[in-house]
């Protein structure tokens, strides 16, 4: 009998977790007969009484078991956390916000089954979004699968199945700043897909407002990509063509019509403003980059655990006196 556990970060959802868990528990039932099967749900420093009731249903239901993280250290670093203490023969991450259908991980399971190491969630539509997040987001994953490695699947979110051998080679990569799916993408394992509709979310509010996502998006982008470090040479040769026409230009008016050219300020300053903007945003990519090195080599931890609730194995809940970070 295979063991698979379900992951869900919690963010602040104490008002809709009832609601989630009763959905999840209702799939351990489905998939009991074949499967020993559980939830583990990642308080990720909620301000509500999420971890209360995280703790009263781990009391109810003994396939139900919570961490809370000692402050909130972002999504990906929940998701992290649960996919290095799940020690199963599959793991899925879901979303407790009810957008993503927890019915659908039967059908995961059984592509699982069938020998496949990586199902993806895919949205079948994003009507419950607004048109600016769709299309921003279509873009975003366009310009990522033209300049990354190993970019997602459009339409895929961290709604998946991984098997054993694949969170052990996702847990062994090093970095910090993580963006897990386009990590899972890296890793190169052809993913099979599970297609669903995007639900609106039951309760709560969103976590990941504009500023967030633009974050998300550059975690993206820096991990998967030096396309931005090449940017300086595209704007060098940009920047430069016009003016260098401006100087032929005049050279021709000078030696072929003897026009005595007076040096203009407007072309000094448009060229100033150009080469300056140029140099300012070519600065930000390599502090972006430079940022990234920084982080990464103080070498902290992605997550701390404060505590936990629930019937867990000691071979699972690795006390963060071990620093678990350190198989990173």
Request: glycine share 8%; hydrophobic share 45%; aromatic share 8%.
């Amino acid at each position: 009998m295979a063991s698979i556990i379900i992951v869900a970060p919690v963010m602040n959802e104490g008002s809709g977790l009832p609601q989630f868990v009763s959905e999840v528990t209702a799939v351990l039932d489905a998939l009991g007969p074949r499967h020993r099967a559980s939830l583990l749900l990642v308080d990720d420093g909620s301000t509500d009484d999420s971890w209360k009731a995280i703790c009263t249903a781990s009391a109810r239901d003994p396939r139900v078991s919570g961490l809370r993280l000692s402050r909130n250290f972002g999504h990906q670093a929940a998701l992290t956390c649960g996919y290095e203490l799940a020690d199963a023969d599959a793991v899925v991450t879901i979303d407790s916000d009810l957008q993503d259908p927890p019915s659908a991980i039967v059908e995961m399971v059984r592509l699982w089954e069938r020998g496949a190491a990586v199902v993806l969630g895919v949205r079948r539509n994003r009507v419950v979004d607004s048109w600016p997040k769709r299309w921003s987001a279509a873009l975003y994953y366009r310009v990522l699968r033209l300049v990354g490695e190993g970019a997602p699947a459009e339409q895929s979110g961290d709604f998946r199945l991984l098997d054993r051998r694949v969170v052990r080679e996702l847990n062994s990569l090093p970095e910090r700043h993580r963006y897990i799916r386009g990590l899972v993408g890296w890793l190169g394992f052809t993913p099979a897909v599970v297609e669903f509709d995007r639900q609106s979310r039951r309760s709560g509010v969103t976590k990941y407002p504009l500023g967030r996502m633009m974050r998300l998006a550059v975690d993206g982008l820096v991990s998967l990509s030096f396309v931005p470090l090449r940017v300086a040479y595209i704007l060098a040769c940009a920047s430069a063509v016009p003016f260098l026409l401006y100087l032929v230009y005049n050279v021709v008016l000078h030696v072929a019509f003897g026009v005595q050219m007076v040096p203009g300020w407007s072309s000094l300053i448009l060229a100033i403003t150009a080469f300056g903007a140029a140099n300012l945003l070519v600065l930000g990519i390599l502090g972006e980059y430079v940022g990234r090195i920084y982080s990464e080599v103080k070498r902290r931890p992605v997550f701390v655990i404060a505590e936990s609730c629930g019937q867990r194995s000691p071979q699972a809940i690795r006390h963060d006196d071990e620093h678990a970070r350190e198989s990173l």
